[in-house]
């Protein structure tokens, strides 16, 4: 997939009167923390779709738009299964990113999870059955980060956007900030334990990761420091889009984290399509 794609970065003191923000909307008293939950995930894991709908149950029952869930395929469940060529399994919904952050936070069992990319119970990597306490653990901090996506437009084959991060308070260390797009309700096979038969052919994936628009690990949006008050604007432009993808079910996810630790330390999400 290639794309034609314009970034920049620009730091800019006290951009809006106090009270203004969020694209001209009502900067809130404080700022919560949001949090992302990666399910590693692949569509020969029996188990993962379990773990799927207990992560929509969170979302849907307990955390809403402040839980942001994405579907990270990657791992010896998720490659094509042969025989290749007989319309099942033959898919492959793998990322280059999704594989380097299986394999840099040596997830070697499925389902599993990364909360924030954060340690609970001594471990980054969070079995489902652990999801929702990692999530209790973080979600709603205070945050000095205030994150947003400002607008996405679709042209025909190509998306851009504009993303801004405005700091409630200083923050010091290293933060790189990353984009993912996502495809929701992508319809394929998946073996799901709790089906029957266990072998599903129309299973609707959920909040697939489809590709990443500025890196693996994203562009650096703090180096050393930034005052309480300034506010970063980043713009990608004319991203190519895959004529595959269904882009009324695409969204982007925006997140925040720090480079020395790898902590997701804020994260907003925005649907292509209302």
Known sequence: LTSALIMGCDYVEDPTPPGTGNGGGPVPEGVTRKVLLEDITGHRCNNCPRAARIAQQLKDDLYGDDLVLVGVHAGSFSPPYPPIGDGQYDSDHRTPAGTDYQQTFQVTFFPAGLVNRTVYDGSVIVSEGSWGSAVADVIGE????????????????????????HFVEAVSGDHNLVVYLTEDRVVDWQLDAEATPP????????????????????????????AAGDTVTLNYNDFALNPSWNTANCALVAWVYNTATDEVMQVEERKFQP
């Open 199 to 226: 072998d599903v052919p129309n299973y609707e994936h959920p909040h697939m990761l489809r590709t990443n628009l500025n890196g693996t690990w994203g562009v650096p949006v703090i180096t050393g420091s930034v």
């Open 142 to 165: 205070p945050s000095p980060f205030e994150l947003w996506i400002d607008t996405i437009v679709v042209d025909g084959s190509s998306v851009s956007t504009v993303i801004k991060l």
